[in-house]
């Protein structure tokens, strides 16, 4: 087939200003233009013989290099009537400009613009491990149309289109293999360490690689709507969503910098009108105060903290829409868990049976799962299922009927076979039968009988089956000293078999919708801080209403995954206790920073006033301690589990 290429003009976005636009370019440069402008300053004088214009206007480029991005961002705080950290480092450089401390205020200038310049270097260091992913998508893709494979840019690719995928290739969109062999590394997606095998009817995600086979793929999603679409637009939501003690401090840094501003005025006049000092160097005093008691480490703390483990989750598999999510999870008292789909598979398989006398295994299964290979109910397809695995064949059927909540029935040989549940036979049921019946019912299974020319032939039990790690799962968070509660529209037998099996604590049956909803809350008056753990529409009201949702990624409909706060890809509850553990640790994490920004703070300005601390240590131990805070954020909670991820995978 002839190979074509289409393609397609994208339209172009508005251009923001050169200093917005260039600023991750330009602010570095500032930096040492800034740098070299105050050396040439301070050496000019005594080693380089300039003149004084020349030291004038060294000095004046100093401040306009260092001071450029800070002013333009007081400016903007201003007009909305707000005061920030950048108006006091500002005010502190023009204040030692104005009683001859030219390069005191420069330098302050220096280390300030050095400092936010360290800043978004670390917190762009967090970011880039999100935006990284848009890089997971290709370009264009091989997709047959009619006679010819065509490639274009994916996001022409339409539902329904085939696309050929070639060892070494990503997947473009979220789709079902139809033909084809291959092992794919899930790793940005799932965060599995191990290629998952992948054949016909398999499904697969964008972004994820092709490493050995070619597979045609049918494409299920359009490029705007795949899984690696929702994450990137998750994660990018999550970064402009402010934790609870994020939003608080921010509050705090404008009544604080005011509250600074009215101080160190006060200082500036009240000391030499009453106590008769002398004003200049009472004057620099007011400036080393002004820039020791700015905030700057303690604001940025919180933010740094968790947008470093938000960044770092999300390699492992773990989606948090924001930081007031990671620290709410925290605090979370219970664990809800859905039943179906959540810590089942959500998939019914045949667990048992049960022949009549006289009749055998093979027989009983031979002749059901012939009758029901001819029904689309999920229970009749498992009964196939189970007979395919065992290699019984299947037998002809004639006069197939299926009657709605009664069973089904056709003709096999000469014989009527007839299947149902035990409600739909009207006749009372030889007693071993009921006993099987109630026995099976009584660990959670759903029953069907089987007749054959009206004799009894025997039941065949069926149930959901237990994802393999939800056990461990629920004795880790109970490790942790978490509730566990299991939440079910199944019956209390079903229910209680379940939870018996995994070790839930609690088990709440027979749950509609809004009962579910009423059970979140009914758990949020009694032990506090709930979190709901679902993956279908009906669990959308409870993951709403509880302070943090959690959905499954893969399985999980679209109503769960929008409606929760936190996404599992993969669906892999392991991930549960990692989150937790990783929510906890980035709340340390932001105390650590809190006290330390706040002892720093307490120390600089005792310094101002007990030993006359100069303005470059002042300046010095302001800016240190807010690139320790952004660096203990990013160490701890981004660099350290990301190297121990990559040794995982290559274990």
């Known amino acids: 087939m002839a190979v074509s290429r289409s393609i397609n003009s994208e339209p172009v976005a508005p251009r923001e200003p050169f200093w917005v636009e260039y600023q991750q370019w330009l602010a570095p440069r500032l930096v040492a233009v800034t740098f070299i402008a105050l050396l040439l300053s301070v050496l000019g004088d005594r080693w380089l013989g300039l003149s004084a214009p020349v030291i004038v206007l060294l000095n004046l480029t100093a401040y306009a290099a260092g001071g450029f991005y800070g002013a333009i961002g007081a400016w903007e705080h201003l007009k909305q009537r707000k005061v920030d950290i950048d108006l006091l480092m500002i005010l502190a450089a023009l204040g030692a400009a104005m009683i001859g401390q030219w390069v005191e205020g420069a330098l302050l200038l220096f280390l300030f613009s050095l400092s936010n310049v360290l800043q978004d270097y670390a917190l762009n260091r967090s970011r880039r491990a999100i935006s990284g992913l848009m890089k997971l998508y290709p370009a264009e893709a091989r997709v047959v149309r009619g006679d010819t494979v065509q490639m274009i840019k994916i996001d022409q690719i339409r539902v329904g289109d085939i696309l050929q995928i070639v060892p070494g290739e990503r997947i473009p969109v979220d789709g079902i293999v139809r033909s084809g062999h291959s092992w794919i590394d899930q790793a940005p997606i799932t965060g599995e360490s191990i290629p998952v095998e992948k054949q016909h009817g398999d499904k697969v995600f964008a972004g994820t690689l092709n490493q050995q086979g070619t597979l045609d793929i049918q494409a299920t999603q359009a490029a705007q709507d795949t899984m690696l679409a929702r994450i990137i637009r998750m994660v990018e939501d999550a970064q402009d969503s402010k934790a609870p003690t994020q939003r608080f401090l921010e509050t705090f840094e404008e009544y604080y910098a005011v509250f600074i501003i009215g101080a160190v005025a006060l200082f500036i006049i009240v000391p030499p009108m009453l106590f008769n000092v002398d004003f200049q160097s009472n004057f620099y005093r007011a400036m080393v105060l002004m820039t020791v008691a700015s905030p700057c480490a303690l604001v940025i703390s919180t933010p740094a903290a968790f947008l470093s483990a938000i960044a770092s989750a999300a390699r492992h598999g773990v989606l948090f829409k924001g930081g007031a999510h990671l620290e709410t999870l ?73 009657e709605t909540g009664r069973g089904v029935r056709g003709i096999v040989g000469d014989h009527e076979i007839v299947v149902g549940n035990p409600e739909s036979f009207a006749v009372v049921l030889p007693q071993d039968l009921s006993d099987t019946v109630l026995r099976l019912r009584g660990e959670g299974n759903t029953v069907m009988l089987a007749q054959r020319d009206g004799q009894w032939l025997g039941a065949i039990a069926l149930a959901d089956q237990l994802r393999p790690k939800a056990k461990q799962v629920v004795a880790d968070l109970q490790k942790l000293g978490l509730t566990t509660v299991m939440l079910t529209g199944d019956s209390r037998e079903t229910g209680e078999h379940i939870g018996g099996q995994i070790g839930i604590q609690q088990v709440k049956a027979h749950l509609l919708p809004p009962e579910k909803l009423e059970a979140i809350q009914q758990l949020q008056r009694q032990h506090g801080t709930v979190a709901m753990i679902g993956d279908g529409v009906n669990d959308a009201p409870a993951l709403a209403s509880a302070d943090i949702g959690i959905a499954m990624g893969g399985a999980g409909s679209d109503v769960a995954l929008e409606t929760a706060d936190v996404v599992l890809m993969g669906d892999r509850l392991e991930l549960i206790p990692y989150a937790i553990a990783m929510s906890k640790k980035a709340r340390r994490v932001v105390w650590q920073n809190i006290i330390f920004s706040l002892a720093v703070i307490v120390m600089l300005v005792l310094g101002a006033f007990i030993i006359s601390l100069p303005l470059p240590l002042g300046v010095l131990g302001h800016e240190g301690s807010t690139v320790i805070v952004v660096l203990n954020g990013l160490i701890q909670l981004l660099l350290l589990p990301e190297i121990a991820r990559q040794r995982a995978a290559r274990v």
Do not use: C, N, W
């Open 330 to 402: 925290a605090g979370v008292k219970v664990i809800a868990f859905d039943k179906t789909g959540t810590l089942t598979q959500g998939k019914p398989a045949v667990t048992y049976v049960v022949p009549m006398q006289d009749v055998r295994e093979e027989d009983l299964l031979a002749l059901t799962a012939s009758v029901e290979a001819r029904s689309e109910h999920p229970l009749a397809q498992a009964v196939v299922q189970a007979a395919q695995e065992r290699g019984i064949a299947l037998e002809a059927v004639d006069g197939f009927v299926a």
